[in-house]
């Protein structure tokens, strides 16, 4: 890994060593589709040429609110769930949630949005992983998405493992290539194993060579929990997606900095995207 | 018409001049070191910007949360990160060496000697166009009472700053001042060679399922839209009083808003927590300013500044007295 300054610009080094520029486009909502209960999925239009130089786990920052309006203030940042270069367009799942997202997820089709991106680093598959275990709660199945299509383009073997609340709130199955293996965890039972997701994740863990995880932070928590007894010299390596509340989105502000083995890092440039052992939880 | 010239120079007074190619600056601790904006929009372009504040020793700030979203504005305690001046000096200047747009230094300090080791090591530093002293920290010697609340605290740090470094100084002062106008004459006084203003508002947020403050530092530095108000009111109380420039900024998010800084008595605006929702703004207020000015058949944006002041800018009285002066007694030798 490279050793990264805790006030690293965007420009010089960049994410891993990869120069990233972020740009502030404008971006038509081609569709909007219900999915996960009361979320949506939005299909958004890019400018040329981006959509095939976006890596899974980078987000893009979107302003939720019309032009004149200085509520809510900041943008919001969401994962990319897919990208497609062939249509120039990326999707986004959005929970409405507060006042941003629920903004964003109830904008009719054919609306502009202000979006800055792509943003932050990216999941990294090392060359020899062949097995890769997805663990995602909630929205946090989004970047997953992204990550599943690039692994199974790779020819690599996935299991993706997903909790949400109930059944309804699970990302149906037609959304995931067919050769995925599929396994869901819900809090009522009313569909797979009752309880939390990483109660899945040991039974997979001699199989992962590496496994990748984004949602909420206690499922990060009961993770390291339920994962530490299974993993010998920490193997395999996990890498989560971090949440935190973001001003600028590009290690600027210094607003959303994690705590790291190598100093404090921009999880807007720096992550989101960490290796679990890494980061002081 | 030729196009308005957006220039000014915001020390006047100082053979060193800081002369900025339009009025706009970035506004510290919301663009980092320039270069975290250099992928996203035109800096060069920039009348000036001002570095994130940094301090004698490295400093890892305060814990998270840092920020919070607050109606039309944002509380931030980020605790001042960064690498300490040493840390800073290595990898900063020489990079803004090659370039166009003036840098300025923002300086933080406990002890008034501390701002002065900091001014002498960035004097003569190649890539240093001048320096923002942030008065809003807390003094040590005072037990931690705010340096900007008090005018001859200010004074102290201004005279020390004045004397380390012959470079354009501006003087950020801050908006907890018990009387700001004193403490801005007091900082005239002392030798500065402006004043830029204002700084965060302390507030605080509490998380009502948690009944806890939202910002692990429990209070922290309001800005954006719901600060202009207060912010457009202290300039133009300032500016009625003092000489020297006086830089306006807070909740600046478009023409609009710059033009009632201007109208305030602010030679210049910066512009901050704006630039997090809208990078791109920053170079549409530049374009925005130069097309309102030749609209409104005005020759430069200097003309417009004070408008709103009863007696207009003291700096401008001052010159149409003398030249009165001059005109009588020209009269008397020529009669
Ligand atoms: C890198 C990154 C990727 C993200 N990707 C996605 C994504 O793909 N899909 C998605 O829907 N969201 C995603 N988010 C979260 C998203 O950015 C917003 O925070 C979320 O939509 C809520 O914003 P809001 O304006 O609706 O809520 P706000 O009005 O900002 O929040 C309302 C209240 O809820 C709290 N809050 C906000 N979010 C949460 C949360 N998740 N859990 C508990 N409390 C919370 C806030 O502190 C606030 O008090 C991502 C965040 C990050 C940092
Ligand atoms: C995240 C953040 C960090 C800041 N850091 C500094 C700083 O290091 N030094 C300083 O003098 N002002 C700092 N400020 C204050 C701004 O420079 C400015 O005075 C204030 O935000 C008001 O302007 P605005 O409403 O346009 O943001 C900071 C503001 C924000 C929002
Ligand atoms: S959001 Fe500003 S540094 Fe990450």
Redesign the pocket.
Known sequence: MVELDPILDVDLVGAGGVVVRAREFDSRILAVEPVMGD?ALLTLSLPPGMAGSLRAGQ?VDVL?RVEGSYD?LLR????I?RADSRTETMQ???????????WLASRPVDTILDVLGPL?NAFHIHPRSRNLLMVAGG?GA??LVMLTDHALADGRNVTYLMGAADADALLPTSYLPSDVEYGVATDDGSKGHRGFVTDLVPEYLRWADQVFACG?EPMFRSLRSVSSAHRLGGKPRIQV?V????ACGLGACLG?VVETKHGMQT?CVQG?IYDMDEVIW | MAAPSLAVDLAPGNPRELVLANPVIAASGCFGYGLEYAGVMDVQRLGAFVSKGITPKPRSGNRMPRI??TPAGMLNAIGLQNPGIRGFVKKYPKIWDAWKVPAIVNISAESVEDYAMMARILDELPGVAGIEVNISCPNIAAGGYCFGWDAAMSADVTRAVRAATTLPMMVKLSPGAVDVVSVALAVEDAGADAVSMINTLVGMAI?VRTRRP?LANATGGLSGPAVKPIALRMVYQVAAAVQIPVVGMGGIMGLDDALEFFFAGASAVQVGTAVFAQPGMLIRLIDDLGEWLSSQGVGSVQEIVGAALPAGLPSRRAATEADVEIDFAAAVAAG
């Not at chain 1, 949440?243 to 973001?246: C, N, P």
């Open positions: 979320s987000f939720c809510p919001r940042p969401y994962s769930f986004l799942l959005v929970r409405p949630y507060g006042r941003g997202s629920a932050g929205v989004a970047p909420p997606s949440e935190r509340t973001m959303c999880s989101p | 919070t979203e998380d939202v």
